[in-house]
Every structure is written in structure tokens, then in C-alpha cells.
């Protein structure tokens, strides 16, 4: 039947797109759904585009893995230029806590395939000559970590998706999802109704309202972070730079040069910002500055051109939620990224791929059960 699918995916971001390639590349007939116009309109394309498998969550390393084995082949696999950049991450300590941090993560991180060391002062500066030497006591570089553009990258997910046969619809809302006998059986929209045996809930920031369709409560809260972008200037600087370092206003900020030349950065208040509200805040940029120069002095005369403020699907733990829930067949989560669906998408979809086709579905279930609904959410990420 027309109206009939394999898979129903609700929402075109950073995990139901690249999701819907890998379904259909594998011979599902699949559809999605997004309230919105088109693909990465939500939370996607605010993304600043850093790419990295350097977490403290096993799952995590793990999925990260696979992303950036997608994006570092994507030209020369599928020819589409995504801006990818190789550059790294390095995660820097100028107190010993977070030196201590980093370095008891390196077992974790090593032991789950991750190319990361420990460097000195003395030899980070030799990678990142800009840094202040100023109390600066070391950091971790991991060199296969890096960045591309999320629209260029959620779009070409969509053409690669279309051309296995996935169906998108756009600016149509789920308005329920209908279930029988302990059965999803189809999904109700503004539009119409489409039959399936499965839906996948890839909503980023709505996930909880999706989830509460079929009468689930999954712990995720969107909260606001605001970026912002500089003018070009002349190459300096290869890696993310990451400073984890709590203060009394912010959690932690990031940093990296486009291949353009523009510093492009964000950081995560302290309280968190809960809600929807992506209006910019007069804070931001006093804030993000004053850490940022104070780690690399030389940006203290670049010219920011513009921010933005985009939304973060967080859970308590600052890890994902994916995964079946009890009582309901054919329901998945692929909810709660913590402002990483982007970075953590594309390898998500190979693991839930392989979980919703049987194929390797026993490597798929074992790698992703840390990230069930049902976990423990005390333990926190260390690297979220």
C-alpha cells in the first residue's frame, strides 16, 4: 500500500536524516516527518560543527568512532564536499582538576579504540602555539576528531536517503501515534495517517512531546547555548579547543578556526538556560570572551560578525537515550544527544540500522544498552 512503511522516522535533523539513508539504503521503505520546512531546521543548524569521538562514555566513543569513519569518506565515497576537517580536538587543563580529569580517562578512551595523549605545556604549545603558557598545565589532543558543515552534511544525507527511495514530508506535524494490542501500528499527522511497524523518535528538542504520544516519559529537557562566529583571519589554529574548567557562570566553551579563517565558539551556561527561547542574550558575548582571551590572548582584537542561540536536548546524565521501551513493540528513542546529534548521528544510524534490519543487531544492542531509558541517570558524563 502507499501509505504503508517499514519505518516511520519523526524528524529530518542531525539523527533521523542520516537514519533514513542508512534504512533505505538497506532496503527499508521509509518515511519521515518534521513539523518543519525542510531538513535541519531544527536544532542542526545551529550546530557549530564539531565532530569528535573523544568522550568519556563508552557507547559514545563508540558511535563517535563510526560517525567520523562517515564523514572523513563522505567526498570520496559518495562525492559530495561536506567541509570536512581533520584538526582534532584537544581538551586543555589549567587547573589540576581537569588535568586530573583527562588523564583517568585516557584508560576508558584507549581501551574503546581512541587515538588520544597526553601532552605537557611544553608540548601542547608546540600544536597550539596560541595557547596562554600562563598556568597552563597540559591536555589531551586526539588527532582523528574533527569538523564539517551540518547543513551541507544533513543534506547530502537526505539526497543519499531519496536516491535509496525514503519519502520526506515536511511542515507536517505528528499528531499521534496509534498503537494496538501493545502495537505501534501507524502515524497520525495534520495530513493523514501512514501504517507502520515502526517509529523511530528522532525529534531532538520535542522528543519528549513525541514520547508522550505513546504515553512515555523520557527525562529530556531542551536548554539554550548560544555560538557565534568572527571574521576571517589568517590560519593559526588546527583543533577544537576545549576547556572544561566550571565557573561560577559556565560550564565549559569550545573553540575552533573554520577553514575559512573565522573562529566560530560556543559555551555552556551555568545554570542552564531550560526552555525553547533561541532569542540571542546581551551575557553571551561578555562571557564567552573573557574565557576565550584568557586562554588565547591573540583573539582579544578579532571581530565577532554574529551569534545565535540554538537548543540543547539534555538528559540528567548528559548521555543519549536510545533504545525500545517496555510494554510497547515497535517504539524506538533516539532521543536526549546533549547538543551532539550532530557529531554522534551518523554512527547512531549504522548501529540502529543494524538493531532495526537484524543485521549484526546482537554488536548494535550491546554497544547501545548503556543508553537506555531505564539506566541510572546519577552517573554523569564527564565529557558531555
Known amino acids: 500500500m502507499r501509505n504503508t512503511y ?73 562525492g559530495d564536499d561536506i567541509g570536512w576537517e581533520q ?95 501493545g502495537r505501534v501500528t501507524g502515524v497520525r499527522t495534520e495530513k493523514g495517517f501512514y501504517s507502520t511497524g515502526m517509529v523511530v523518535n528522532a525529534a531532538g528538542p520535542w522528543a519528549k512531546q513525541v514520547a508522550a504520544l505513546v504515553g512515555v516519559d523520557v527525562p529530556v529537557q531542551p536548554d539554550s547555548h548560544e555560538g557565534g562566529i568572527t571574521e576571517p583571519v589568517a590560519p593559526f589554529l588546527r583543533p577544537m579547543v576545549v576547556d572544561i574548567h566550571p565557573t561560577e557562570d559556565s560550564a565549559n566553551y569550545y573553540f575552533y578556526q573554520h577553514h575559512t579563517g573565522q573562529i566560530i565558539f560556543c559555551i555552556t551556561p551555568n545554570p542552564p538556560i531550560i526552555g525553547m527561547d533561541t532569542r540571542e542574550t546581551s551575557i553571551f558575548l561578555p562571557q564567552v570572551a ?32 536510545v533504545g525500545e ?11 536526549g544527544m546533549c547538543g551532539q546529534g550532530y557529531m554522534l548521528g551518523p554512527g547512531l544510524a549504522v548501529y540502529l540500522r543494524q538493531w532495526l534490519t537484524g543485521q549484526n543487531a546482537e554488536e548494535a544492542r550491546r554497544v547501545l544498552a548503556p543508553l537506555t531509558l531505564y539506566r541510572d541517570f546519577g552517573k554523569k558524563e564527564k565529557l558531555k
Open 6 to 78: 517499514d519505518t516511520i522516522i519523526i524528524g529530518a535533523g542531525s539523527v533521523g536524516t542520516p537514519l533514513a539513508w542508512q534504512l533505505a539504503e538497506a532496503g527499508q521503505k521509509v518515511l519521515v516527518l518534521d513539523q518543519l520546512a525542510s531538513a535541519g531546521q531544527g536544532s542542526n543548524k545551529e550546530a557549530i560543527g564539531g565532530i569528535r569521538a573523544t568522550h568519556s562514555d563508552p557507547a559514545k566513543i563508540q558511535i563517535g568512532l563510526k560517525s567520523i569513519e562517515i564523514f572523513s569518506t563522505w567526498k570520496e565515497v559518495y
Open 87 to 181: 584538526g582534532g580536538y584537544s581538551f586543555v587543563a589549567y587547573h589540576p582538576r581537569e588535568a586530573q580529569i583527562l588523564q583517568d580517562l585516557l584508560v576508558i578512551q584507549k581501551q574503546y579504540g581512541l587515538n588520544i595523549e597526553w601532552y605537557d605545556a611544553q608540548a601542547l604549545r608546540q600544536m597550539i602555539p596560541a595557547l596562554n603558557p600562563q598556568g597552563l598545565i597540559g591536555g589531551t589532543f586526539s588527532p582523528g576528531d574533527g569538523s564539517a558543515s551540518p547543513m551541507l552534511s544533513v543534506l547530502a544525507f537526505e539526497r543519499r536517503a531519496k536516491t535509496y527511495g525514503a519519502e520526506f514530508r515536511y511542515k507536517e506535524a505528528v499528531l499521534g501515534i496509534e498503537r494496538q494490542n
Open 290 to 321: 573573557r574565557r576565550m582571551i584568557g586562554i588565547m590572548p591573540c583573539l582579544k582584537n578579532i571581530k565577532v560578525r554574529r551569534t545565535w542561540r540554538g537548543l540543547y536536548p539534555m538528559t540528567p546524565d548528559g548521555a543519549p537515550i
Open 325 to 335: 521501551v517496555e510494554g510497547l513493540t515497535g517504539y524506538l528513542n533516539a532521543v
